[in-house]
Each structure stands twice: as C-alpha cells, then as structure tokens.
C-alpha cells in the first residue's frame, strides 16, 4: 500500500531550499492501520535525513537525504514546475549514486519513462536515480502540449538562415504553408513565423541545472555521473544541454532518443573534449526521420506537417570531432549487443570507454521508443562513465 499525500506533520521533514513535495509513495507498515502507517514513514525518512554531508569521493559532498520516490515541485520565479522522483530501494545515503535526468516527448508527461517496467527495474538493478520532469505549455490558455524549448523550436527560425547552396531553401524549420501553427501564447513576441512550436514561459536550461542541483541537496548523488536522456522533443532538447556552458557543467553524457535539432544547429558540445552522446532513431520515423547513412545535408518531417531536422549523420559527425575522433572516414560498425539495431561510429576518439563516445544508433522503427531494447543499451552507454 502507497500514499498519495503527505500530511502537515511529515511536510516539514521533505522541504528542502525552494524544494516541496506535492505527493510522495512509500511501503506502508502491513497492520494497514494509519498511524502505523504513518510512523513507519517517519522512520524512512528520519533514517535518511540522519546523514548529513558525507565525503563521497572525488571531492563531492552528499547532500541531505530528503528525497524518496514521489513527485515534487520546483519555485521558480513564481511558477511551480513538477517533476518524479525514482530512488532505488538500495539507495544508500553514504554513497554517491548515478543520476539521469529525463525528459518527456511533446505532450508527454512525468510517467513517460518511469511507467515502463523495464526502466524501473534497470535503474534499480544498476543504482541510479531518475528525475522525471515535466514541461510547460498546459498552464497556457488553451492549454497547448507540455513541451521543452531548444534552439529553433520558440523562434521557428533554423540554424543556417538563407543557404543559397540550396535551391527553394528558407530560413525556417519548417514549411509554413505546409504546417499546422502550433504556437504558444507564451512566445506570441518571439515567434518570427507560424514555426514555433514549444513555450517561452520559463528557461528550460537553466531548469535543468536547477532540478541537478536539488537532486544534489536532497539525495547523495555522484556529480560526475548526471546524465540527460529525452524523447522525441526532449531528446531535441539534450542536446542543448551539451551546446550551453550552464548545463554542460552538469551532464557527463546525453542520449537522445528519435530526437535530432532542428535544421541548421550543428554546433558541436562547449566541453573541451566534447560530450558522449548516444543517438537512437528509427529508420521509418516520418516525424523525425535520421535521413541516409553519411548523408550530411539536413531531413524533412513527411508526417502531415513538414518540419527540417538536421540529419543524424550530420550531427553526431561534428559531436565526435570535438571528441577528438578520426572523422576523415567513414565511421564504422560497432557491435553494442542488441541484434535490431545498427551502431557506426568513427574511432580514434579521446577517452578509454568500451564504445566510442559518440554512437549513432539506428533501428527498423517509426517514431517510437523501443525501450525494451533501447533502454538497457542507454544504460549500458551511461555505465562507461564511471
């Protein structure tokens, strides 16, 4: 049995900074009876909050243990943003555990990922932590698809402008005439076209570094291992986690799933050495399709609407050059253990992982996650980076 609210007695005990929960679970004791119930989790959570600032190696500092698996808010300049918490039930508050933080697709919501069994039970066999957060846009008037906004996506302009190498080509990211507006009442100033697509309501970078940063006061987390994984319009949005110097501070590794930027955004990671990142699409996407293999020109939505991506080959290309790979060839085959999925990556790259830092990764699917499969290999691209 699980509880949905926490009461007034236990509230004091969860807040942390500007950090509240809104709802949380935990094992009941199995008399069923409420108070009970309720010491046993004061138990839980006194137990956790007993450690204080431990040396975790590396020079990091837990923070307080105030976090169990439920969902909580962030204050952010007056907006309360939501976001799930998973802790493995062998959380232990004197070891720094992995983090990832992942982001929902377009419309999507906090149980995208964690409501898949294969997610929760590969995060608790390996250790980490997941924060879930959700996106803005249903708080709007007319209440618009919760979304998460990255370069091209408020604007509706694309990353290369007029290119007069390219016949009929605008400075778009999409076919105005041709697309649905999607617009949000929040980007009604910055919208340059019928394009845009995401909210202008809150900065979405700087709520990722902020929602690390709680993880890091509220749980015992390993800073050196805060990883990003996104769908669809998240994993567009993980790659400006690595483009941008606030957040590529925080994330060690992105993989963004059937997710590429919008055309024209080729900028490679600002880290000196790059950033790993694992690219997962499918070769029958029509809302974001990855173009051919060594293909480095940019691809075309042909679901209704008529979106420009940058091309998979394109982008993970100049993300292992700022590796330090060997992109004068072609990259190669790279054997990652699952038998409906095909990984190429150049070589010669910085590093000492099992895999090249950066993998473009393609599988015989549509839009769709494939996280029975997909999932363990995320993790097991996250696990290199120890």
Not at 224 to 236: K, L
Request: charged content about 20%; hydrophobic content about 40%; aromatic content about 10%.
């Amino acid at each position: 049995m699980f509880v949905s609210k926490l009461d007034s007695r236990l509230l004091l005990v969860l807040l942390s900074s500007t950090v509240i929960a809104v709802s949380a679970g935990v094992q009941a004791a199995s008399s069923g009876n409420p108070e009970a119930h309720f010491s046993a989790l004061n138990d839980v959570i006194q137990q956790r909050s007993s450690v204080k600032r431990v040396d975790a190696g590396a020079g990091d500092l837990c923070g307080d243990s105030n976090w169990i698996s439920g969902v909580y808010s962030l204050e952010r300049n007056g907006l309360s943003r939501d976001f799930r918490v998973f802790v493995p039930e062998a959380y232990d508050a004197t070891e720094a555990a992995p983090l990832i933080v992942a982001f929902h697709g377009w419309g999507g919501g906090d149980g995208e990922f964690l409501d898949k069994g294969v997610v929760s039970a590969e995060l608790e066999a390996r250790g980490y932590v997941l924060v879930a957060p959700v996106g803005l846009g249903p708080e709007e008037t007319g209440r618009s698809p919760a979304s998460w906004s990255f370069s091209g996506s408020t604007t509706g302009l694309d990353g290369d402008g007029l290119n007069m190498a390219v016949s009929g080509d605008t400075d778009a990211i999409c076919d105005d005439a041709r697309t649905a507006n999607y617009g949000y009442g929040s980007c009604a100033d910055v919208a340059q076209n019928g394009c845009s697509w995401t909210q202008c309501t809150d900065n979405d970078i700087d709520y990722a570094a902020a929602l690390v940063e709680a993880a890091a006061e509220n749980l015992c987390i390993d800073s050196d291992r805060v990883f990003a994984v996104g769908g669809s319009n998240g994993g567009m949005f993980t790659w400006d986690l690595g483009r941008t110097a606030l957040s590529a501070q925080k994330f060690r590794a992105i993989a963004p799933l059937i997710g590429l930027p919008h055309r024209g955004y080729l900028d490679p990671p600002v880290k000196s050495g790059g950033m790993p990142a694992l690219l997962i699409t499918g070769k029958q996407d029509r809302t974001v399709p990855p173009g051919e293999w060594s293909d480095l020109g940019f691809t075309t939505t042909t679901d209704g609407d008529v979106f420009y991506y940058t091309g998979a080959s394109a982008i993970t290309k100049v993300w292992a050059e700022a590796s330090n790979c060997d992109v004068s060839k072609p990259p190669g085959l790279i054997d990652v253990g699952v038998a409906n999925v095909e990984c190429r990556a150049w070589s010669g790259c910085a590093g000492g992982s099992m895999w090249p830092p950066v993998l473009d990764c393609r599988s015989d699917m549509g839009h769709v996650y494939g996280l029975n499969w997909s999932w363990p290999l995320i993790m097991d691209f996250f696990d290199q980076y120890k």
